[in-house]
């Protein structure tokens, strides 16, 4: 089992097509909507493994600080 918790989910997409392993991808986003949300990176917050190997990954946008 490879730990992809913490990474971008790029970095990690681009690893497992390389190693052909099997993933899904579900997205979570704050209940309340925020415009401090950097929409291009994702990371993974969380994975689990099922019994035929797929990668269930919940991915999350990096959040930024606000520029004044």
Request: with cysteine; aromatic share 8%.
């Amino acid at each position: 089992m490879v730990d992809t918790v913490a990474q971008s989910l790029s970095v990690v997409k681009e690893q497992f097509d390389k190693d052909k392993v099997k993933y899904m991808i579900s997205r979570t986003r704050p209940t309340r909507n925020m415009s401090n949300l950097d929409e291009e990176c994702l990371y993974v917050i969380r994975q689990q493994i099922d019994t035929d190997g797929v990668y269930h990954l919940i991915v999350a946008a990096k959040m930024v600080k606000d520029k004044f």
